[in-house]
């Protein structure tokens, strides 16, 4: 759900959906995602299934859960730091300005960079595919696990590119809900990203303390 939060890949698919390209680009860019977050879990829980799993929580998986949760409050304590000040205008990131004309190709290269290169969606799915690798579970139920947890990931990206394919509203609604929806995660992109960060590096942080001193 900290993956499926993030406001800047609802942000991109809508008005990939809204451009020239539209459903083209959108489901292009929902692919990309798909897929980059895929590999990532599934190649976190093969080699985390590799190791040492003895236990019901092997003691690096404790030393990880640290690690990842003192990044994200540290990604955290940024972000604060940069967050706008009263009177100031919140500017979005320069390449949601031109996403919209992005090929689809280009938007699927941009979906998966969003997982790949951004700090916060990288180090939850690494700790997600950490779960899934430790957890006392066959090969079959762990490909479920990491096919549901991938499919929750996504969400912030499959809604809104389902509302256009299914027609859930009118034309004209459709472009008014998803638009909506673009300009709410345009403004409040930064102050969701700092409560999943902190929030879920404070759960991190706690249960590897508690596992680590028990």
């Known amino acids: 759900m900290g993956i499926a939060l993030g406001p800047l890949p609802l942000a991109g698919v809508i008005m990939l959906l809204a451009g020239p390209r539209g459903r083209v680009g959108g489901a292009a860019f929902v692919l990309g995602w798909v897929v980059a977050l895929s ?44 967050r706008p000040r009263e009177g100031q205008v919140h ?9 919209d004309l992005l090929t689809p190709a280009k938007a699927a290269g941009l979906a998966a960079t969003l997982v790949l290169a951004d700090p916060k969606n990288l180090a939850l799915a690494v700790g997600g595919g950490i779960s899934v690798a430790i957890a006392s579970a066959d090969g079959r139920a762990k490909t479920v696990a990491v096919v549901l947890m991938v499919l929750v990931g996504s969400l912030g990206t499959l809604v809104p590119l389902a509302v256009h394919l299914l027609g859930l509203f009118d034309g004209t609604r459709s472009a008014k809900v998803l638009g909506e929806w673009k300009a709410w995660a345009s ?3 930064s102050a969701i990203t700092l409560v999943v960060l902190i929030v879920l590096g404070t759960e991190y942080v706690g249960a590897a303390i508690s596992g680590l001193t028990v």
């Open 39 to 82: 590999a990532v879990c599934s190649v976190v829980v093969l080699v985390g299934s590799g190791l040492d799993t003895a236990g019901p929580h092997p003691p690096w998986s404790y030393w990880l859960e640290l690690a990842l949760g003192g990044a994200l409050l540290v990604l955290g304590a940024v972000l604060w730091r940069a």
């Open 91 to 99: 500017r979005p990131p320069t390449w949601m300005r031109s996403v």
């Open 187 to 189: 403004v409040h992109s």
